[in-house]
């Protein structure tokens, strides 16, 4: 069975700073890793994926995320926060045989403050 | 190109009543997904749809709840009779096959009453 921790379900950042959201899963075998960003009211939106390859993957938005697997991390990081990026963030697992079965995290909501 | 169109966007019952969920994929794509949403909670897959086949509906309550995909297309989702506990997020995705990306629709959120 795969699970996905996402720590701090509120994470409130300055404009302009850091963001750092973090996420550690488990999974048999090797995973695939997403990370969604969901708006009020709207649907998810995918900001990246690993799959295979270069462990460091730049997303949608400026975001990027690196795969570490020694860590079972994949958490999601912006240089400089936007008042726009404020949203709910889900981190999400699948294993590499069952791409389409998603097993997501509790989410992340994510506040900008000036 | 229009993405995954579900409607209604909101629907409020009473318990016991029925409820169905309607869901348009986007053109072409040959999986389909339902999702439940709950408040403060990470979407959970329901039923998977290759074309008009359910290859995955190992988490779908099937006492109250159905799908269907018929001609491999749109797809409803129906809860008869709704709980107050089914009150939640319901979510639609479509992809191309299933190991590619998935894209989701708005959502229908259900108030049971």
């Known amino acids: 069975a795969q699970s996905v921790t996402q720590l701090g379900s509120h994470v409130s950042v300055s404009e302009g700073a850091l963001v750092l959201l973090r996420c550690n899963y488990s999974s048999s075998v090797p995973p695939y890793l997403f990370w969604y960003v969901q708006y009020p009211n709207q649907g998810l939106q995918l900001l990246l994926k690993?799959?295979?390859?270069?462990?460091l993957v730049k997303g949608i938005n400026g975001f990027e995320a690196e795969f570490k697997k020694s860590e079972t991390s994949f958490h999601l990081t912006k240089p400089s926060a936007h008042m726009s990026d404020a949203a709910e963030y889900f981190c999400?697992?699948?294993?590499?045989?069952?791409?389409?079965?998603?097993?997501f995290g509790t989410g992340t909501r994510l506040q900008v403050t000036l | 190109e229009a993405g995954v169109v579900q409607s209604p966007r909101y629907k409020i019952i009473e318990k016991k009543q029925p409820v169905a969920f309607w869901c348009n994929p986007i053109s072409g794509h040959n999986t389909l997904y339902w999702y439940l949403q709950n408040l403060g909670q990470g979407p959970e897959l329901l039923i998977r749809?290759?074309?008009?086949?359910?290859?995955?509906d190992s988490q779908l309550p099937k006492d109250r709840f159905s799908a269907e995909r018929l001609k491999g297309v749109d797809s409803t989702l129906k809860i008869q009779p709704a709980e107050l506990g089914d009150s939640a997020v319901y979510l639609c995705?479509?992809?191309?096959?299933?190991?590619?990306?998935?894209?989701f629709g708005q959502g229908t959120r259900l108030t049971v009453v």
């Open positions: 749809y290759e074309n008009e086949e359910a290859v995955d």
């Open positions: 690993y799959t295979t390859g270069a462990t």
């Open positions: 999400a697992v699948s294993d590499a045989g069952t791409a389409s079965k998603l097993t």
């Open positions: 995705a479509s992809s191309l096959r299933w190991d590619t990306e998935a894209f």
